[in-house]
């Protein structure tokens, strides 16, 4: 025991002889120059490691680029269950909505730029259907058929983006969008009620409802419920915006 008092006793002087050389040399040397004196040390130092050791180095990466990669894999786990999470929100708003206004189908498109959702304020050049919910005995919409759908070839969407919302018949649809009407005519659609979704000033999707058939839509009744709905909606898409921004 005396011993190691001793030796601890020795070594304190020896930290604090060393910490008032440093001072000294700050002092007497330009921190710049210093700091330039210690990059230079480094870089020599890896340079020796580097030609006598390379293990040493090579494991240092292995393990930062190991780190990076598990970082990367957990974000993207947790992104996944957040849009898992998120699905079965905007579903049960979906089954709601479908519940209230005695529409047939009710719908979410998202914008995307071809890769992944965004509302960074890019252009906007695709849609895309990605959540849907059909009252009973309605078969579900082909895989596919409402996927990259090309904003451009859709007039009703710049409508939408400036308006913010459209309700009317499928002769009223036709009036605006030819194509839109064809791709719902083909499902017996015959009312339909859209509302724009955002994320600040920038819109991530719609909000669809349709009616088929001699089915009709309560306009007072549908403007209530989309809009309740709609702003739920938003906030999930909203929330998968910034995580997907995080990764």
Same mark, same amino acid.
């Given at each position: ?5 001793e030796?601890s006793?020795? &070594?304190? %002087? ?13 002092k ?15 870089? +020599?130092?890896? /340079? +020796?490691? =580097?030609?006598?050791? %390379? ?6 990466? #292995? ?10 894999d957990?974000?993207?786990a947790?992104?996944s269950?957040?849009? =898992?999470?998120a #699905?079965?929100n ?5 089954t709601?909505?479908?519940q209230?206004?005695?529409? #047939? &189908? ?8 071809? *890769?992944? $959702? @965004?509302?960074?304020?890019l ?5 895309d ?10 078969? %579900? ?14 007039p009703? +969407?710049?409508? =939408? ?11 009223e649809?036709?009036?605006? #969008?030819?194509?839109? *009407?064809?791709? @719902?005519?083909?499902?017996? +659609? *015959?009312q ?6 955002? $994320?600040?000033? *920038? ?13 009709? /839509?309560d %306009? ?5 419920a989309?809009?309740?709905s ?9 929330? @998968?915006? &910034?995580? &997907?921004?995080?990764?």
């Amino acid at each position: 025991m005396a011993e190691e008092r001793e030796n601890s006793g020795g &070594r304190v %002087p020896a930290v604090l002889n060393a910490l008032g050389r440093f001072m000294k040399g700050i002092k007497e040397y330009n921190v710049f120059e210093l700091l330039k004196v210690l990059f230079a040390g480094a870089c +020599v130092t890896f /340079m +020796v490691l =580097l030609i006598f050791r %390379p293990e040493v180095i090579f494991e240092q990466v #292995d393990k930062i680029v190991e780190a990076v990669g598990d970082a990367r894999d957990a974000r993207h786990a947790d992104a996944s269950a957040f849009r =898992l999470r998120a #699905d079965e929100n905007m579903r049960g708003e979906l089954t709601g909505l479908l519940q209230t206004t005695g529409a #047939d &189908r009710a719908f979410v498109m998202e914008f995307h730029n071809g *890769s992944s $959702n @965004l509302s960074s304020g890019l252009p906007f050049l695709y849609l895309d259907l990605t959540i849907e919910v059909g009252a009973g005995g309605e078969p %579900p919409l082909r895989e596919g058929e409402f996927k990259d759908l090309r904003t451009a070839q859709y007039p009703l +969407v710049g409508l =939408l983006l400036r308006q913010g919302y459209f309700y009317g018949t499928i002769d009223e649809v036709r009036e605006l #969008d030819y194509r839109l *009407s064809y791709h @719902l005519a083909a499902h017996d +659609v *015959s009312q339909v009620a859209v509302m724009t979704l955002w $994320n600040g000033q *920038s819109a991530t999707g719609f909000l669809c409802l349709t009616w088929h058939g001699d089915h009709r /839509m309560d %306009p007072e009744k549908t403007g209530h419920a989309i809009r309740a709905s709609g702003t739920k909606i938003a906030v999930e898409l909203a929330l @998968l915006d &910034r995580l &997907r921004a995080g990764i």
